[in-house]
C-alpha cells in the first residue's frame, strides 16, 4: 500500500508564504488564503478517514486483490491462448488448401477485398501477467503504442523509422514484425534493401515477406519507395540523411497493448474463412466458441477501488493547486 500522503509540509509553507503577502486585502493573499482553506478541509477528511483500522482493512483487500487478479490473469492468459491456437490451426488449414493454387498461400483475401497474413506458427504476442483493458488500450497508455524500429548509419545517426501497420499489427503485436539491411540491387553504395519478414522458420526461411529494394535515405527528400500496399509496416518515415549500416533480421519493439483486441482480430478473420480455403464449419465454430470463452473469462477482471480514492483524489487535488500557489509566489522555503 501506498505510504500516506504528507499535505503538512505544503500547508505550512504556503502559510509561511502568505504571511509575507502584506496587506491581507492584496489579492494575492485572498486567493491564497482560499487555496490555504480548501487544502486544509481535504487533508481534515483525508486524515479523518486515515485511521490505522482504515489501512489495516485496506492491507487485507489489497491483498484479496493480488490474488484474485493472479487467478485471473492467469485463466485469461489460458482461455487467449486456446483461442489463438484454435485461429492458427484454421489459418494453416488455409495455407495448405492455398499452397500450388496461389502465388503466396501466406495471404487470405476476405470478401470485401481485405487482404491479411496467415501466420499460423505464429502466436500472438501477450505480457505476463495478462493485463489489458480489452479496447485496444492498456498498460498505462491512452492508446496501443506501435512497434518500431529506427534504422541509423555507422555514426550511429537515426535516418528511416519503421513503424507496424495499424491497426492489424498496432499493439504488442506489432513486436513480431522483422526487418533487416543489406545492399541494393543496382549496385549504388548509398542505396540499400530492406527486407521484412513476419517471424522465421527453424530453417530460417520467412513465413511472410516483403521486400523493399534500391532505396536512398542518403539525400533530402529521400526515396523511400511506396509501402501502401504492405500487410505490415506503415509509410516508411525519413528522420535523416545517411545511408543506414547492414543489419541482420532485428525484431521491431516497443509495441504494447491491444491485447484483447488482437485476439478478436484474429478469430474474426479465420471465421470468415471457408472450406475454399480449406476450413470447414467446425473449426470456424471451434474458433468462435474458444473466443467467447476468452472474452466472458476477460470481462471477469476483479476491479479493485481504494476506500481513500475519493479523499486521496481530492487531496491531490488539494496539494497541487498550493503547489502552484507557492510557485506564483515565488516561496522557496
Not at 492468459?77 to 489459418?91: C, G, P, Q, S, V
Not at 497493448?257 to 474474426?268: G, S, T
Amino acid at each position: 500500500m501506498a505510504a500516506p500522503i504528507d499535505w503538512l509540509t505544503t500547508r505550512d509553507s504556503l502559510s509561511a508564504a502568505l504571511a509575507f503577502v502584506t496587506p491581507s486585502t492584496d489579492p494575492r493573499r485572498l486567493v491564497g488564503d482560499a487555496v490555504l482553506a480548501r487544502l486544509n478541509a481535504s487533508g481534515s477528511v483525508y486524515d479523518s478517514a486515515n485511521t490505522i483500522a482504515t489501512r489495516a482493512l485496506m492491507d487485507a483487500e489489497e491483498a484479496d486483490q493480488a490474488t484474485a487478479f493472479s487467478t485471473w490473469a492467469s485463466l485469461t492468459l489460458t482461455a487467449h491462448n486456446r483461442a489463438d491456437r484454435h485461429a492458427r490451426y484454421a489459418e494453416s488449414l488455409a495455407v495448405t488448401a492455398q499452397t500450388g493454387r496461389l502465388l503466396d498461400p501466406r495471404i487470405a483475401v476476405l470478401s470485401d477485398g481485405t487482404r491479411y497474413v496467415l501466420a499460423p506458427l505464429l502466436a500472438l504476442p501477450v505480457g505476463a501477467p495478462y493485463d489489458d483493458d480489452g479496447t485496444g488500450t492498456g498498460n498505462g497508455v491512452d492508446q496501443p503504442v506501435s512497434a518500431t524500429l529506427t534504422l541509423s548509419t555507422s555514426t550511429p545517426s537515426p535516418v528511416v523509422r519503421i513503424t507496424a501497420k495499424s491497426p492489424s499489427w498496432g499493439g504488442k503485436a506489432g513486436n513480431l514484425i522483422e526487418a533487416s539491411v543489406s545492399a541494393a540491387s543496382d549496385g549504388v553504395s548509398t542505396h540499400f534493401k530492406l527486407s521484412l519478414r513476419l517471424g522465421s522458420s527453424g530453417g530460417g526461411g520467412a513465413y511472410y515477406a516483403e521486400v523493399y529494394d534500391n532505396l536512398d535515405a542518403s539525400s533530402s527528400p529521400a526515396s523511400l519507395g511506396s509501402q501502401d500496399a504492405s500487410l505490415l509496416i506503415a509509410p516508411l518515415e525519413s528522420v535523416g540523411t545517411g545511408r543506414p549500416v547492414d543489419s541482420g533480421y532485428t525484431h521491431l519493439a516497443g509495441g504494447e497493448a491491444r491485447l484483447l483486441q488482437a485476439l478478436k482480430d484474429r478469430c474474426a478473420r479465420a471465421v470468415l474463412l471457408t472450406a475454399t480455403e480449406g476450413v470447414s464449419a467446425t473449426e470456424r465454430n471451434l474458433v468462435s466458441a474458444a473466443l467467447v470463452v476468452a472474452e466472458e473469462t476477460w470481462a471477469g477482471k476483479p476491479v479493485y477501488t481504494s476506500r481513500l480514492a475519493a479523499q486521496e483524489a481530492a487531496l491531490n487535488a488539494s496539494l497541487a493547486e498550493a503547489t502552484a500557489m507557492l510557485a506564483f509566489l515565488g516561496w522557496g522555503g
